[in-house]
């Protein structure tokens, strides 16, 4: 399947020379996003994973059904103030404005192996927040999975080796 196809691309949304990769449209077709998740799987299936940690929104739609396919649990990583237990928290830039992600205290234990999943990757300011939410805690990332990743922008880097796989990339 040419995941690509699925994706449709908005210019100039949320800003002007943002070109907009908008997955709502694969999401829609339950052969392609499952498809996709079972390529997503596929592509980590020899690594040994305890938990997938996803970012609020859209990597909650690719990281659970992964973390479910995978057979182990999901740790959300939400924006700052929707969790209500204990958190620690980080803030970060993305590739248009600024956020705070936060993680329940008690959501990893120390030692335990975390694959992130998300979406897309764009300048790795999500990610790179989130590993080290997740290094606070004592997880061990074992990995990043992306739908997505925009090769134009420096997000690999900003990961310091981290073994990123993606299914599509722009
Ligand atoms: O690599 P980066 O530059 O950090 O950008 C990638 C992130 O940006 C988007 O999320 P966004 O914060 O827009 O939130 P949403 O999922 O709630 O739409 C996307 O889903 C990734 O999580
Ligand atoms: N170009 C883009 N399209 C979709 N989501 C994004 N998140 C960050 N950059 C993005």
Same mark, same amino acid.
């Given at each position: 399947?040419?995941?690509?196809?699925?994706?449709?691309?908005?210019?100039?949304?949320?800003?002007?020379?943002?070109?907009?990769?908008?997955?709502?449209?694969?999401?829609?077709?339950?052969?392609?996003?499952?498809?996709?998740?079972?390529?997503?799987?596929?592509?980590?299936?020899?690594?040994?994973?305890?938990?997938?940690?996803?970012?609020?929104?859209? #990597?909650? /739609?690719? *990281? +659970?059904?992964?973390? !479910?396919? =995978?057979?182990?649990?999901?740790?959300?990583?939400?924006?700052? %103030?929707?969790?209500?237990?204990?958190?620690?928290?980080?803030?970060?830039?993305?590739?248009?404005?600024?956020?705070?992600?936060?993680?329940?205290?008690?959501?990893?234990?120390?030692?335990?192996?975390?694959?992130?999943?998300?979406?897309?990757?764009?300048?790795?300011?999500?990610?790179?927040?989130?590993?080290?939410?997740?290094?606070?805690?004592? #997880?061990? /990332?074992? *990995? +990043?999975?992306?739908? !997505?990743? =925009?090769?134009?922008?420096?997000?690999?880097?900003?990961?310091? %080796?981290?073994?990123?796989?993606?299914?599509?990339?722009?």
């Amino acid at each position: 399947m040419n995941f690509k196809d699925y994706i449709r691309v908005i210019p100039d949304y949320p800003q002007p020379g943002i070109r907009f990769k908008d997955i709502t449209t694969l999401l829609k077709d339950g052969a392609a996003y499952r498809a996709a998740i079972e390529a997503m799987h596929k592509a980590i299936a020899h690594k040994e994973i305890d938990l997938v940690a996803g970012p609020e929104a859209r #990597g909650f /739609v690719i *990281g +659970a059904p992964l973390a !479910i396919s =995978l057979g182990v649990g999901f740790v959300p990583v939400r924006k700052s %103030g929707k969790l209500p237990g204990e958190t620690v928290e980080a803030s970060y830039d993305l590739e248009y404005g600024k956020d705070r992600l936060a993680i329940h205290a008690d959501s990893i234990k120390p030692g335990q192996r975390v694959l992130i999943a998300d979406d897309l990757l764009a300048t790795g300011g999500t990610i790179a927040t989130t590993i080290d939410l997740i290094r606070q805690l004592g #997880g061990e /990332v074992v *990995g +990043a999975s992306f739908l !997505i990743e =925009l090769s134009y922008l420096p997000g690999r880097e900003k990961l310091g %080796g981290i073994e990123v796989q993606s299914l599509i990339t722009y």
